[in-house]
T-cell receptor
Framework: EDKVVQSPLSLVVHEGDTVTLNCSYEVTNFRSLLWYKQEKKAPTFLFMLTSSGIEKKSGRLSSILDKKELFSILNITATQTGDSAVYLCAVLSGNTPLVFGKGTRLSVIA | EPEVTQTPSHQVTQMGQEVILRCVPISNHLYFYWYRQILGQKVEFLVSFYNNEISEKSEIFDDQFSVERPDGSNFTLKIRSTKLEDSAMYFC????????????FGPGTRLTVL
């Protein structure tokens, strides 16, 4: 059975801190890994990672994939209160749709 | 920017009743999905739909569930006889290149079964 595990489950930081969120996976026929940010309702897309070692960056957020060790990290630098959300990791394997992890709840305190 | 829309935002129903959740995917997308998220739990895949038929479904998607694309824009999820455990947030998503590409999610419908 395909499995996606995120850690930590929750995290509280102060504004300006840097955080690293982890996602490990065990799937057959891996295709890509996606990060989503879920605030109040719908997950919104952040990154899709397919190749190992290539960092994807968007502003203060960046992510990288390690296909040998089967994990990805999502980094957020200089955190702001608006970064408070649940960050979801999801994996595409074979022809199956997304398998999600439980998410990491990030709370950024002013 | 195009987006996926869902109605209603919140649906309250009695156990045993039928509900229909509606979604309007992004107009040029061809692949459609339903996911659900029970409160406090992870997002779970229900079903994917392409070319007017189900392409994949999970074990959650039993005979109580059905999907339909009744016209060129809407994509619906019907639950025939709701159970208490069907209470969840239901997300519709769509993509243009199947599950190999980014799926755009709608805002969700919160279903409460009493």
């Amino acid at each position: 059975e395909d499995k996606v595990v995120q850690s930590p489950l929750s995290l509280v930081v102060h504004e300006g801190d840097t955080v690293t969120l982890n996602c490990s996976y065990e799937v057959t026929n891996f295709r890509s890994l996606l990060w989503y940010k879920q605030e109040k309702k719908a997950p919104t897309f952040l990154f899709m990672l397919t190749s190992s070692g290539i960092e994807k960056k968007s502003g203060r957020l960046s992510s990288i994939l390690d296909k040998k060790e089967l994990f990805s990290i999502l980094n957020i630098t200089a955190t702001q209160t608006g970064d408070s959300a649940v960050y979801l990791c999801a994996v595409l394997s074979g022809n199956t749709p997304l398998v999600f992890g439980k998410g990491t709840r990030l709370s950024v305190i002013a | 920017e195009p987006e996926v829309t869902q109605t209603p935002s919140h649906q309250v129903t009695q156990m045993g009743q039928e509900v229909i959740l509606r979604c309007v995917p992004i107009s040029n997308h061809l692949y459609f999905y339903w996911y659900r998220q029970i409160l406090g739990q992870k997002v779970e895949f229900l079903v994917s739909f392409y070319n007017n038929e189900i392409s994949e479904k999970s074990e959650i998607f039993d005979d109580q569930f059905s999907v339909e694309r009744p016209d060129g824009s809407n994509f619906t999820l019907k639950i025939r006889s709701t159970k208490l455990e069907d209470s969840a947030m239901y997300f519709c998503a769509s993509s243009d290149l199947g599950s190999y590409n980014e799926q755009f999610f709608g805002p969700g419908t919160r279903l409460t079964v009493l």
